[in-house]
C-alpha cells in the first residue's frame, strides 16, 4: 500500500519482527511492525497516521491489497487531509497528506 520494502528482522525468540526504511537525514520516525503473545490485532488501540505526499494515493492501493476504507480522504481544514482505512488484519489506520 505505501509502495515501499519492509526489512524482516527475526528475533532470537523466533518471531517476526518488520521494520520500516528509515534515514538518519531525513525527519520522521522509524517503525515496525511485530507480533506478541497476549497482544490481539483490531480496533480500539492507539490510532497511528502515515504521513503521505497525497493520502488519496495509498487509499487507492487498500482494497485491492486486501484492507477496507473507512473514511475516504477528507478535509481537515488548514491542516491538511486524513483518510482513515482498516489493514487486513483488522487494524485501523490513519493517512495524512497536506494537499
Given amino acids: 500500500m505505501f509502495a515501499l520494502t519492509l526489512t524482516n528482522m527475526p528475533t532470537p525468540e523466533g518471531g517476526e519482527y518488520w521494520t520500516f526504511p528509515m534515514s538518519d537525514t531525513l525527519m520522521g520516525a522509524g517503525g515496525a511492525l511485530t507480533t506478541m503473545e497476549g497482544m490481539q490485532p483490531g480496533p480500539g488501540g492507539t490510532l497511528i497516521y502515515f504521513a503521505c505526499d497525497d ?45
Fill in 55 to 99: 493520502c488519496a494515493v495509498e487509499q487507492a492501493r487498500v482494497e485491492p491489497a486486501g484492507g477496507k476504507v473507512l473514511q475516504p480522504k477528507m478535509a481537515i481544514g488548514e491542516y491538511g487531509f486524513i483518510a482513515i482505512c482498516m489493514d487486513t488484519e483488522g487494524n485501523p489506520i490513519g493517512l495524512y497528506s497536506q494537499g
